[in-house]
């Protein structure tokens, strides 16, 4: 091949790259990006908070019992389950790409992750505890004393920065590089037709009405329920908890697709127990339209597609507790 031949074969192929990714930022989903400007002192002392279950009443319950990062940032049963085996009002979203909702818990009710940190570990029905009593326990803990002592440079640990800690380790629980994402950025080949055609349906249809931007949800509250009633025994009332207004009865958060087919079961009651069940529950409720057979299991082959590289880390080695820790409270005592 002679060499002009060549160069403008590498001035074409250039083209079509330019051509691809300006068409993929033309697309109402956008690629996960990497987490970026982390305080990393307070990502590794956030990490062995997170996974900690001494900021439960029992000592067995810690942030990651719910939203295990070995299960998609969930805990893959309808609604979790708390201190004293109390079981949950509500399904609990996962934690993955959850720096990207526009505020946190389906109705909302903490405006950002260091705000919804410390709910859990003061509620009576999650880890049973109070702020005050999990400050003591780290407090008694000589390694966290210091840890804290090196990240924030006070003596005396305070609840605004465990808060913030386990904040910064969340942020870093994006989850980048999709095969979705890779075929945005311009590779071809990532999907198959069948994801190709589920995608272009999932858009046609109106899914990408709420399922847009990077999280592909995260960013609005929707009505659930908008074409048909939802019937359920949950006696969450989403928004309307939060905001007093009537009108806010059943608004919820809309979730994140990314990693759904790890994050069932789905719903804020979690009543769909596959992605197939959820794709058409939605399709009837909210647009009005019922999928058939094969237009529904080629929405859920694109879903799949956004399954992202999962965080990846060695577990925390957690400071030992002291003589003068406070000894938890078994389950039903």
Not at 109 to 129: T, V, Y
Not at 191 to 213: I, M, P, R, S
Not at 236 to 263: H, I, S
Request: net charge neutral.
């Amino acid at each position: 091949m002679k060499k002009t031949h060549i160069a403008l074969a590498v001035a074409t192929l250039a083209l079509c790259s330019a051509g691809l990714a300006e068409a993929a930022n033309d697309e109402p989903i956008t690629p996960i990006k990497p987490a970026a400007n982390i305080n990393l002192g307070q990502v590794e002392l956030g990490k062995k908070l997170y996974f900690d279950p001494r900021l439960s009443k029992s000592g067995f319950i810690s942030c990651n019992s719910c939203h295990n990062l070995s299960l998609g940032g969930t805990d893959n049963i309808p609604t979790s389950i708390g201190d004293k085996w109390q079981q949950g009002p509500i399904n609990a979203p996962t934690v993955l790409n959850s720096s990207l909702n526009l505020a946190q818990f389906w109705d909302g009710r903490a405006a950002d992750l260091k705000a919804q940190a410390g709910g859990p570990i003061a509620n009576p029905g999650e880890m049973g505890f109070t702020h005050d009593l999990a400050i003591s326990v780290l407090q008694s803990i000589p390694g966290y004393v210091r840890e804290f002592k090196q990240v924030f440079g006070a003596d005396k640990i305070e609840i605004g920065d465990v808060t913030a800690a386990i904040a910064e380790f969340e942020k870093t629980l994006v989850t980048p590089n999709s095969r979705f994402d890779q075929w945005l950025l311009g590779r071809s080949d990532a999907l198959t037709a069948d994801e190709l055609a589920g995608y272009n349906l999932f858009k046609n249809a109106g899914c990408v009405a709420c399922h847009n931007g990077e999280a592909v949800g995260g960013n609005s509250y929707q009505k659930l329920g908008i074409v048909e009633p939802y019937k359920t025994t949950s006696g969450a009332e989403g928004r309307a908890a939060v905001t007093g207004d009537d009108a806010d009865r059943f608004n919820f958060k809309v979730p994140t697709l990314r990693n759904v087919e790890l994050t069932y079961p789905y719903f804020h009651d979690g009543a769909a127990n596959t992605l197939t069940e959820a794709v058409d529950i939605m399709g009837r409720l909210q647009l009005g339209r019922k999928f058939s057979a094969s237009e529904n299991a080629k929405i859920v082959a694109f879903l799949k597609t956004l399954t992202g590289k999962q965080p990846s880390f060695l577990l925390p080695i957690l400071p030992p507790s002291s003589d003068a820790t406070p000894r938890p409270t078994p389950f039903g005592k």
